[in-house]
């Protein structure tokens, strides 16, 4: 019991262990967007991750479809109800995409730019990118969003 006692105190006055955790990993920055046939060229800066042990390895590239919300606005004009609609995009979130799954893209990390060959005529695509290491990802970079008319 005394040894017990003792091995507690010591690891007591040692302190407790502690473990240094790298700076978070910065998100991709500088996205770009160019159109093209049928399809959207997304390009950005990329990431050092600023440790050795854990450098990028991919890149994920997040696109959505944004949604279009119909708002009705009902106002009284001379007396008289009237009603009027109007056809707005989701807002964008900081913190989270668009509503829905995105469809994914990854690449190496030795490449900046990806392709996107999905995009339909009349459609708003919002874009993120996120750097990816062995043990996480970075935060979400500033949103884009593209319409293709």
Excluded: F
Excluded at 98 to 104: L, N, T, Y
């Amino acid at each position: 019991m005394k040894s017990v006692y003792l091995l507690m105190l010591v690891s007591l006055c040692q302190g407790w262990p502690s473990v240094e955790r790298p700076a978070k990993l910065s998100p991709p920055h500088s996205l770009d967007i160019t159109t093209l046939d049928n399809a959207i060229q997304i390009s950005w800066s990329g990431v050092d991750s600023g440790d050795v042990d854990e450098p990028v390895l991919a890149y994920k590239v997040k696109i959505w479809k944004v949604r279009k919300l119909m708002t009705q606005t009902h106002a009284k004009v001379n007396g008289e109800w009237t009603k009027t609609e109007k056809e707005e995009l989701e807002p964008i979130h900081v913190v989270s995409g668009p509503s829905g799954e995105p469809d994914v893209i990854i690449k190496p990390a030795d490449q900046t730019t990806a392709k996107y060959c999905d995009v339909e005529p009349n459609a708003t695509y919002e874009i993120r990118v996120q750097a990816l290491t062995k043990n996480g990802e970075s935060p979400d970079s500033n949103p884009v969003r593209v319409q293709i008319i």
